[in-house]
T-cell receptor, first 119, second 110 residues
Framework: EAGVAQSPRYKIIEKRQSVAFWCNPI?????LYWYQQILGQGPKLLIQ????????DSQLPKDRFSAERLKGVDSTLKIQPAKLEDSAVYLC?????????????????FGPGTRLTVL | GEDVEQSLFLSVREGDSSVINCTYT??????LYWYKQEPGAGLQLLTY?????DMKQDQRLTVLLNKKDKHLSLRIADTQTGDSAIYFC??????????FGKGTSLLVTP
């Protein structure tokens, strides 16, 4: 079974530029998550999709960040314009079930991440 | 948001046991997780425990849960140099996303 794919793996941009990240979840997984991991910290949820709908985007800085999951499969996360404090690893994860699932733990599988450096 | 707390660093000798501790915040969390992150890699799920359990064992890994104190621990038996990594404790929130601690950096010395 193929894992969660992300691209690019690394990106360096200057502040005020825009950048986009792509995620392809595990086939058939209903839920997709984007997390931001700043150096020395644990991942923090940015946005959660179930199929092509948003479940939680309460921690997404909507003035500069946007994300979409058209057709309920792949997802893109965009930053425009980037700030220095956006330097981080952006992790995508997926899980099989949706939020209505009450059965056994629904494991989140993580991709390798995209390391963003903003100069 | 509320924080999941972990000690930041642990050093052990190869062959010894490692114990990584975590305190979580949400008493309604149904599942608690341990993830491992090696340099430049994504997060690898090690194990999880359901909140109505006190203990779960999986080969060299033992998870202990004290729900009253909201305390979770991960014990790695016979720690090897390949176990050197950052270990994250995480609680599942009501929307099924994960709330992570800052991670414990485990260094295993020969």
């Amino acid at each position: 079974e193929a894992g969660v794919a992300q691209s690019p793996r690394y990106k360096i941009i200057e502040k005020r530029q825009s950048v986009a990240f792509w995620c392809n979840p595990i086939s058939g997984h209903a839920t997709l998550y984007w997390y931001q991991q700043i150096l020395g910290q644990g991942p923090k949820l940015l946005i959660q999709f179930q199929n092509n709908g948003v479940v939680d985007d309460s921690q997404l800085p909507k003035d500069r960040f946007s994300a979409e999951r058209l057709k309920g499969v792949d997802s893109t996360l965009k930053i425009q314009p980037a700030k220095l404090e956006d330097s981080a690893v952006y992790l995508c994860a997926s899980s099989l079930r949706g939020v209505s699932w009450t059965g056994e733990a629904d494991t989140q599988y993580f991709g390798p991440g995209t390391r963003l450096t903003v100069l | 948001g509320e924080d999941v707390e972990q000690s930041l660093f642990l050093s052990v000798r190869e062959g010894d046991s490692s114990v990584i501790n975590c305190t979580y915040t949400d008493s309604s969390s149904t599942y608690l997780y341990w993830y491992k992150q090696e340099p430049g890699a994504g997060l690898q799920l090690l194990t999880y425990i359901f909140s109505n359990m006190d203990m779960k064992q999986d080969q060299r890994l033992t998870v202990l849960l004290n729900k009253k104190d909201k305390h979770l621990s991960l014990r790695i038996a016979d720690t090897q140099t390949g176990d050197s990594a950052i270990y994250f404790c995480a609680e599942r929130n009501s929307g099924y996303a994960l709330n992570f601690g800052k991670g414990t950096s485990l260094l295993v010395t020969p």
